[in-house]
């Protein structure tokens, strides 16, 4: 599946929900975030983003935003934002605090809270291990 088509997105919401750890990775955040994946091109050529909400310990609702300007009237309580290669790197086993602590992916929001949830990176590693991804 081809990275950050609705596909794509389905299938790692689907494999999220399905860990086990998800409910206590998420206890204690926000309701919501937005990840923005920020062009390059001409291997991302347009800045895409999503949202997605928490309800219960797994996610209830997502959603391809039309615009990134749809981030600002949404008002998450988290906006991951990255360059694509940044992103890439992340997919390809990057530690994505690692990238947070360098600038290389910007978080807006409590990222102390994140942080402290570092322990749960397994559970993105097996989920993006688990869905099949075409990079461009």
Do not use: C, K, N
């Amino acid at each position: 599946m081809r990275f950050g088509s609705p596909e794509w997105i389905a299938a790692v919401v689907a494999a999220l929900d399905a860990h086990p750890d998800l409910p206590e990775a998420l206890r204690g955040l926000g309701r919501d975030a937005a990840i923005v994946v920020e062009a390059e091109p001409p291997a991302w050529p347009r800045t895409v983003a999503a949202w997605l909400e928490q309800q219960g310990g797994r996610i209830g609702r997502w959603r391809l935003l039309e615009d990134e300007d749809e981030v600002l009237e949404l008002e998450p309580a988290y906006v991951i934002r990255a360059p694509y290669q940044a992103v890439r790197a992340v997919l390809q086993g990057a530690d994505p605090v690692q990238q947070a602590l360098t600038g290389s992916v910007r978080v807006e929001g409590d990222l102390e809270a994140l942080v402290r949830r570092a322990h749960y990176r397994h559970l993105l590693d097996e989920v993006l291990a688990a869905v099949p991804t075409e990079l461009p």
